[in-house]
């Protein structure tokens, strides 16, 4: 079963920030957070990760809580084309055990709106 | 550069067949990851290779069965074929079998089975 938390429906409109929330309560100390989206008919796309401090890159920024049971996605600027299935995945990252596997739960669709 | 590739597209069977997909991942990577997603969720986990080895296994059939290439493509077996198995196979390529490396997917595969 996932491990997170996401609301099942948002919408937002273009050109305004959206922001997604995933609640991890039961997270592990060494856990990550992983977004990926899914947009409609192809195979999901990885968005940013992140341990405990806030991360950005050229897609979205991810705020994580400092008791790290809950985060959020924040798409700054949403366009037409960020319509899409957002997933909040937690794995650990490392170590010979971990087979890599992302569990993914159903996801919030995010539907941005003209 | 090439992203992972999959094939075949779209795929009808009936019940009690058996299929063959395919996986090509990303040059350099050493690492195939199989999911199913039926439609309305989110993607499971069948299988992960990563030198030709398996390295894990998700909660599905003996039916299922999966195999890496000395070149590191991949195939995914599913055998006497239910309506069930209907759905959307993904393939995920990566560098390493654990770690922060992050997963590509591919297109995917639409089998129906009538």
């Known amino acids: 079963d996932a491990k997170t938390t996401q609301p099942t429906s948002m919408d937002c409109a273009e050109g305004r920030a959206a922001n997604l929330p995933c609640n991890h309560s039961?997270?592990?100390?060494?856990?990550?957070v992983y977004w990926y989206r899914q947009i409609h008919s192809q195979g999901p796309q990885y968005i940013i990760h992140?341990?405990?401090n806030n991360e950005t890159n050229e897609m979205a920024s991810l705020i994580i809580t400092e008791d790290r049971k809950s985060s959020t996605l924040i798409l700054p600027h949403a366009t037409l084309r960020d319509t899409a299935v957002y997933y909040c995945?937690?794995?650990?990252?490392?170590?010979?055990?971990?087979?890599?596997?992302?569990?993914f739960g159903q996801g919030t669709t995010l539907q941005v709106k003209p | 550069d090439a992203g992972v590739t999959q094939s075949p597209t779209h795929l009808i069977k009936t019940r009690g067949q058996h299929v063959t997909l395919r996986c090509s991942p990303i040059?350099?990577?050493?690492?195939v990851s199989w999911y199913q997603q039926v439609l309305g969720q989110g993607p499971q986990f069948i299988f992960q290779?990563?030198?030709?080895?398996?390295?894990g296994r998700g909660n599905f059939p003996d039916r299922f069965s999966a195999r890496q290439f000395p070149n590191y493509s991949s195939e995914l077996n599913v055998n006497a074929l239910l309506l069930g198995d209907s759905a959307l196979y993904l393939c995920?390529?990566?560098?390493?079998?654990?770690?922060?490396?992050?997963?590509?997917f591919g297109p995917g595969t639409r089998l129906t089975v009538l």
């Open positions: 040059s350099g990577h050493k690492s």
């Open positions: 995920a390529s990566s560098q390493w079998s654990s770690g922060f490396n992050e997963q590509f």
């Open positions: 039961t997270i592990s100390g060494n856990e990550y």
């Open positions: 290779y990563y030198e030709k080895e398996e390295r």
């Open positions: 995945i937690v794995r650990v990252a490392g170590g010979s055990s971990n087979t890599g596997k992302l569990i």
């Open positions: 992140g341990l405990k």
